[in-house]
């Protein structure tokens, strides 16, 4: 009797070998479907039951790599946005920038009064005099959960913030609302607690649909970790000045140069950024 593949992912659950989720994932990153049926049959020559979903990973960027710096640059935007840490400073400025594309005004690491202490708030962001009070979680490794222990304590420090807002004359937010961001996903239980308690949960997939990765598409503000053209030595000193985004690089020769990049790369660095952030997706 034939059995189904299985593929180890970065938690340790095993799941079912899927074409679909693969053919998916090279679609949203600009690849057409000679190249999907290509990267498919290669996958599928050195397949095994148990194959890690990173090593699927890999030889599918490589193989897109090779061909379109910039459609392997979108298909890295995950392990793109782990490679923003170890801190989690430019990840909290790259949501930052997110919600600005979005209308908002933001302020990040500021501390807030409560009615019993202080709290460090991630990002402030303001609209309509609506504010977001926003948490954000960051992981730079693979198979990390956000658990109910974070919507509980978030909601607890919200509530203590909005008790010590209701007692000021001068308040001039018509409504708060507490948001969790994270580059993971969040467990059944995070998720239910959050919506039985109106904390906003904005993760790497959720909501469907509308989650992190569908709000970087939408806004093409890509991290400039996601650049196959730089190495990591390179993007580590653009974060260091507080660069994170690909389109802070477009037109920025002097800037490129000022980290060493010499005028012969500069230009593949730039056709890159430029046909990552130009480039209109379309996933069906």
């Not at 012969?264 to 209109?280: F, I, K, W």
Request: proline residues 2%.
């Amino acid at each position: 009797m034939h059995h189904p593949l299985t593929v180890t992912k970065a938690s340790g659950e095993q799941s079912p070998f899927s074409e679909e989720k693969i053919k998916k994932s090279l679609r949203r990153s600009g690849a057409d479907e000679d190249q999907i049926d290509f990267i498919l049959q290669e996958i599928k020559k050195n397949m095994y039951n148990g194959m890690t979903t990173r090593n699927i990973y890999k030889t599918a960027y490589s193989l897109l790599k090779s061909g379109s710096r910039h459609q392997a640059a979108r298909y890295h935007l995950k392990y793109a946005i782990m490679e923003l840490g170890p801190s989690g400073f430019p990840f909290e400025k790259y949501i930052a920038e997110l919600l600005k594309f979005e209308g908002y005004q933001t302020q990040i690491g500021l501390i807030l009064q409560g009615k019993c202490v202080t709290h460090e708030i991630d990002i402030i962001a303001e609209k309509d005099h609506n504010q977001l009070l926003i948490e954000c979680k960051y992981h730079n490794q693979q198979g990390i959960t956000c658990n109910i222990k974070i919507p509980l304590y978030i909601h607890a420090r919200f509530n203590d913030i909005e008790a010590h807002a209701l007692k000021k004359s001068n308040n001039t937010v018509k409504k708060r609302k507490g948001w969790i961001v994270t580059n993971t996903r969040f467990t059944a239980d995070a998720i239910q607690y959050a919506g039985c308690s109106e904390i906003q949960l904005l993760g790497w997939d959720h909501p469907f649909g509308k989650g992190l990765k569908d709000k970087i598409d939408e806004s093409k503000l890509y991290p400039i970790t996601c650049l196959t053209s730089l190495t990591l030595a390179e993007k580590q000193q653009l974060l260091s000045r507080e660069i994170v985004l690909c389109n802070e690089l477009q037109n920025n020769g002097r800037l490129l140069s000022s980290i060493g990049i010499k005028t012969g790369r500069m230009a593949t660095v730039l056709n890159e950024v430029h046909r990552l952030c130009d480039y209109e997706i379309k996933i069906s």
